[in-house]
């Protein structure tokens, strides 16, 4: 087995075999090749929510878990991924002719309205995912890729590095800000639907939704509540501020480099810097220029706290919409009854 099986990662992009665990999060390999943080990992409990999500969904919206699994045992893949999907090979002519040949009684209108509320779930459950896998994949690089190539040998002190293998580093962070925004998108989403779930299929609903961002929160009933991700704080205000300015403005550091401080010869830390953020979690800005590194802000050992963080605050959030979606299911059918 290969010796790479046996290390951890660490924040300083040292690895090493005899992690101090006690003192911090280390990275750790899973069978199938994925780093996880040793503490902090919040993904599976968020998965859990999410497929009880899917379950209240179906109910909500079929009536009975029975009915829509009985309804599943009859229905076309093509329902739940045409366009969608890359395994469903039809064309958006086709998708609509299709629809035109089932009888009036099928629950079409219902099952792809349910469909499209479920990939909203789902992209919460992928991005979620990617972003846990993205992180992994930025400390294998800070602590496995060679930084610069020849090896040369190097005098005592902190010596900066650019390369392709830093440029990988810069593209794999700056990402994983792009997905956790992602998150807060499908997240805003997610809970406008639940809270004008669409209850009439004489046609194919649009989602109400459709086309909300993070930024219609204010629409949201959860909007502010403490420890979600609709309160107002530094994390998500940094999320949002890099976020926006990775796409609108491009990089984080106009010449991206990883730094490396050498003692007796050797490498013992690398790290990265982050542009200064202010108490509110914005860039620290003065006319034209925003990326100032006065505070010596190493991202690599602040990251895993921010991912924890964010999880912990997805979590909570995807709890309080089940329990409002549920509540809401039990006061639907005291009326019914």
Request: with cysteine; proline share 4%; aromatic share 12%.
């Amino acid at each position: 087995m290969s010796k790479i099986q046996y290390l951890y990662l660490s924040l300083n992009g040292i690895p090493t075999e005899a992690p101090a665990l006690s003192e911090g999060v280390y990275f750790k390999r899973d069978p199938q090749g994925a780093w996880y943080p040793t503490q902090g990992n919040h993904l599976y409990a968020i998965d859990a929510v999410c497929v009880r999500l899917h379950d209240a969904f179906a109910e909500q919206i079929f009536g009975d878990l029975g009915r829509f699994y009985e309804f599943l045992k009859i229905a076309p893949e093509f329902l739940s991924t045409a366009g969608m999907n890359s395994e469903a090979a039809v064309s958006k002519e086709l998708f609509n002719q299709l629809l035109g040949k089932f009888p009036p009684d099928f629950p079409v209108n219902e099952a792809l309205y349910l469909f499209d509320c479920r990939k909203l779930i789902s992209g919460v459950q992928e991005c979620s995912k990617e972003v846990m896998q993205l992180q992994g994949e930025f400390y294998q690089v800070l602590n496995l890729e060679q930084m610069f190539f020849p090896n040369i040998e190097e005098d005592d002190g902190v010596r900066y590095v650019t390369s392709p293998v830093v440029t990988k580093l810069y593209a794999l962070l700056g990402f994983i800000y792009i997905r956790l925004h992602s998150l807060l998108d499908y997240v805003t989403k997610l809970a406008i639907e639940t809270e004008k779930l669409k209850s009439q299929f004489d046609s194919y609903p649009r989602l109400a939704s459709k086309n909300s961002l993070y930024s219609d929160r204010k629409k949201v009933s959860l909007n502010n509540r403490k420890g979600t991700l609709f309160e107002t704080c530094p994390l998500l205000t940094e999320i949002e501020s890099v976020r926006n300015h990775l796409i609108h403005d491009g990089l984080i550091d106009d010449m991206p480099k990883a730094y490396r401080v050498i003692s007796n010869g050797e490498c013992v830390e690398k790290f990265l810097l982050f542009p200064d953020l202010d108490a509110g979690g914005r860039f620290e800005a003065f006319k034209n220029r925003n990326l100032f590194y006065g505070n010596e802000n190493k991202i690599n050992r602040r990251l895993p706290g921010v991912i924890q963080t964010f999880q912990e605050r997805l979590l909570s959030t995807l709890e309080l919409l089940e329990e409002n979606f549920r509540g809401n299911e039990q006061i639907n059918g005291a009326s019914d009854g």
